[in-house]
């Protein structure tokens, strides 16, 4: 069996690893010209939006170590807690720096009626250019959105037509989207970004309390050049993987680490990467642990392209993949395409090992040759 393999240890049908989140990383809040104080600005009565609309000359909004709650009236544009951004609310500041993950949003329980129409269009943190102005650059970091009970799902952080900086983010408990199709709100969303966004140092962890409630961790939709470094996504709910990527392309991820991402009511069978219409993705040194072999699940990553929505034939490649052994594939790396009519998926991925040979895995595609590849 191959040495990536061998770092991971089963128990009881669980695999344990050193430690369950990652260790805070120590911050200073940010000074200069470029950002303005919320206390600077705060008075007395404001809720946050009231804070966010009075900075002006495209500056970001920093925070000192507390609790910020979010307005849960969603009054804001798309039914979002607050908006940053827009020409109409927010369009002075350009994101948030906290001081590390004591730095906390978050926005107060409640019961709320769930979006009876599809997939939750709520959304905490809304970072959004109209597409009359194009795409606009950001900056979030060194905070964390804690999530609560709305009584509904919603995103935790959006970006639509924003560029810039995602780093140091922890996202826990982000209530996620459990019906068809799954997984339809992200803890990080974005859409229509393309001008270069970078995704540092995040930790998503689906649970609240204890509970698993989260869905798709990181979820690009009709996005590129994306660069993602040292994610770690677990202990999910439901969803479409740990990365979720939909008509995307021309990205890469590195360090990826992915754990227990779940697929439905407390089943641990979501890939730790999805990738449906989309190309040109890479990975490089993605450590997947799926720990299936209790609840029959098979895969590491997926693969679709539906003609019917406009389908690609992806063209994914895997570099140095560390993963958990599962239920098929003989203990190998294991990517499936989905069975769907329209399928556009033909071309195996690219998978080499750590001397950048190729890599023997398993391919699931019962539209072409699947069964053992060698990688090239």
């Given amino acids: 069996m191959s040495d990536n393999v061998s770092m991971f240890h089963a128990l009881d049908n669980r695999l344990v690893r050193p430690f369950a989140m990652q260790p805070p990383v120590e911050v200073e809040r940010p000074e200069g010209p470029d950002y303005v104080r919320y206390e600077d600005l705060y008075v007395t009565g404001d809720d946050l939006q009231a804070v966010i609309n009075r900075v002006t000359g495209n500056k970001k909004l920093t925070f000192p170590e507390d609790v910020f709650m979010l307005p849960n009236n ?17 369009g002075g500041c350009r994101g948030f720096a906290g001081s590390g993950r004591n730095t906390i949003f978050k926005m107060a329980s409640s019961n709320k009626t769930p979006w009876a129409s599809g997939a939750s269009p709520y959304m905490l943190i809304d970072a ?11 900056e979030f970091k060194n905070f964390r959105v804690e999530g609560t009970n709305l009584g509904h799902e919603y995103h ?17 408990g982000i209530t996620g989207y459990n019906k068809v199709p799954p997984g339809e709100t992200g803890s990080i969303s974005l859409f229509q970004v393309h001008g ?8 998503v962890d689906g649970r609240r309390n204890g509970e698993l409630v989260a869905s798709s961790p990181i979820m690009p939709n009709n996005c590129s050049n994306i660069e993602i470094n040292n994610p770690y996504l677990h202990h999910t ?24 991402i779940g697929s439905g009511p407390g089943v641990r069978s979501g890939y730790g990467a999805n990738h449906e219409q989309s190309t040109r993705i890479t990975y490089n040194k993605p450590s997947i642990i799926c720990n299936r072999n209790a609840v029959g699940g098979t895969l590491h990553m997926s693969l679709n392209s539906d003609g019917a929505r406009g389908g690609v034939d992806c063209q994914l490649t895997i570099n140095d993949p560390t993963w ?16 769907l009519a329209n399928q556009m998926q033909r071309t195996p991925p690219t998978v080499t090992g750590k001397n950048g040979q190729p890599l023997e895995y398993y391919y699931i595609n019962p539209y072409a040759n699947g069964g053992v590849q060698n990688g090239a």
């Fill in 196 to 203: 270069g966004l970078k995704i540092n140092n995040v930790e």
């Fill in 128 to 138: 959004i250019s109209p597409s009359s102005v194009g795409e606009i650059e950001m």
């Fill in 324 to 339: 958990d052994a599962t239920t098929v594939g003989g203990g190998r790396f294991v990517v499936e395409t989905w069975t």
């Fill in 237 to 260: 709910y439901t969803g479409g993987g740990g990365i979720a990527w939909y008509h995307s392309t021309d990205s890469v991820v590195n360090n990826l680490r992915a754990e227990y």
């Fill in 74 to 90: 969603f009054s804001n544009g798309y039914l979002d807690g607050v908006r940053l951004g827009h020409p109409e609310v927010g």
């Fill in 156 to 172: 935790g952080l959006r970006l639509e037509r924003v560029r810039g900086l995602i780093e140091n983010v922890y996202f826990t």
